[in-house]
């Protein structure tokens, strides 16, 4: 049998255990134990910690559009992600070449997934900062300049393949 109590005195700022068991021969057994300690300064902090995380999550207009727009993205990274999986596990039936040949193309595809990602996040960047101004001229500018960048790289990328997809896999 086990009881036990807690007293906490906030003046004297003394926690006070008591804990008392029996042995299984009968006798008591009992410890008490003082720790000084500050109640106020950690309930403070929590108080404060849970009014920031209420604070962070209040908005949640915001966390809808968030996930509005989150979700498709993360789909559409997940598919561009898994189209070298895709390519391996059809191709991979053929035989080692042809597998081969899959692997090395996805190299090339993927220089310019990469190229992409890095304008687009250069991109974010900028648009963040012209939105925090609400400077949307600007926005308009850089996006249209992005897609301009990465539509010239995707077709670059297009013209020297066609005809020369063994000297650029060679390379």
Request: with cysteine; net charge positive.
């Amino acid at each position: 049998m086990r009881r036990s109590n807690l007293e906490v005195n906030v003046e004297s700022q003394i926690l006070k255990v008591n804990i008392d068991s029996e042995r299984q021969n009968g006798g008591p057994d009992g410890l008490i134990q003082f720790v000084p300690c500050d109640f106020r300064v950690g309930l403070l902090h929590n108080l404060e910690r849970y009014a920031l995380i209420r604070k962070l999550f209040a908005d949640r207009e915001f966390y809808k559009t968030f996930f509005r727009l989150a979700i498709p993205i993360t789909i559409q990274y997940f598919f561009s992600a898994s189209l070298n999986l895709i390519d391996n596990v059809m191709v991979g039936q053929l035989g080692a070449a042809e597998l081969a040949a899959v692997g090395l193309a996805n190299q090339v595809y993927f220089l310019l997934l990469l190229f992409l990602l890095g304008i687009s996040g250069g991109v974010s960047i900028f648009a963040a900062q012209f939105w925090g101004k609400r400077d949307l001229q600007n926005i308009r500018r850089i996006l249209g300049f992005s897609l301009l960048i990465g539509g010239t790289a995707a077709l670059i990328f297009f013209l020297a393949s066609i005809g020369n997809s063994r000297r650029i896999l060679r390379f």
